[in-house]
């Protein structure tokens, strides 16, 4: 997949998170919707950029402030799309380019894009140009290749 490189929320992914959904995309497919978990198929509004969103809140039962993590896959050509939607949640995580708002419970929120190098782009000062896996951290990147691995 190109990095989406026209699109306003390559320059500006923040902007992908601010206030509602729909009004920065619109709705093209629902392919799940559940209470934490939803993928779509969306269309940017301003260039007609397509990706498949996911939005995937981690249930944590004890007081609420779940952690939330929504990603958006850029895709091309309907084989893109067909290829992407199906991905195991933890094989979307790590696909590229993507963009990622991450909201761990308790933590500050980082909106990034991940590079199709793998690098990491358009975040704070101090995480660009260190690679996906230095700023996921430890901890997640374990629980990933768990989940990778009990799929197998
Ligand atoms: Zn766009």
């Known amino acids: 997949m190109k ?3 026209s699109c306003v929320f390559w320059d500006d992914p923040e902007r ?11 709705l093209l497919e629902t392919y799940l919707k559940d209470d934490n978990w939803w993928r779509y198929l969306l269309k940017c ?16 039962w004890e007081g609420g402030d779940d952690p939330q993590f929504s990603t958006w896959i850029p ?6 799309v067909a290829s992407v939607r199906s991905l195991r949640r933890a ?9 990622h708002h991450d909201w761990p ?8 894009w991940v590079a199709g190098d793998g690098q990491i ?3 704070p000062a101090s995480v660009i140009g260190k690679s ?15 989940r990778l691995k009990s799929h197998h």
Do not use: N
């Open 16 to 26: 992908a998170t601010k206030g509602p959904l729909h009004e920065k995309f619109e």
């Open 105 to 112: 419970k308790g933590g500050p929120r980082r909106i990034y």
């Open 121 to 123: 782009r358009s975040a």
């Open 132 to 146: 996906a896996e230095a700023l996921f951290g430890l901890r997640r990147l374990v629980a990933w290749l768990r």
């Open 75 to 80: 895709v091309e050509t309907d084989q893109d």
């Open 3 to 5: 990095e989406p490189t």
């Open 45 to 60: 509004r301003e260039c007609g950029q397509r990706y498949v969103f996911e939005f995937y809140e981690e249930r944590d």
């Open 91 to 99: 094989e979307l995580q790590i696909f590229r380019p993507s963009l």
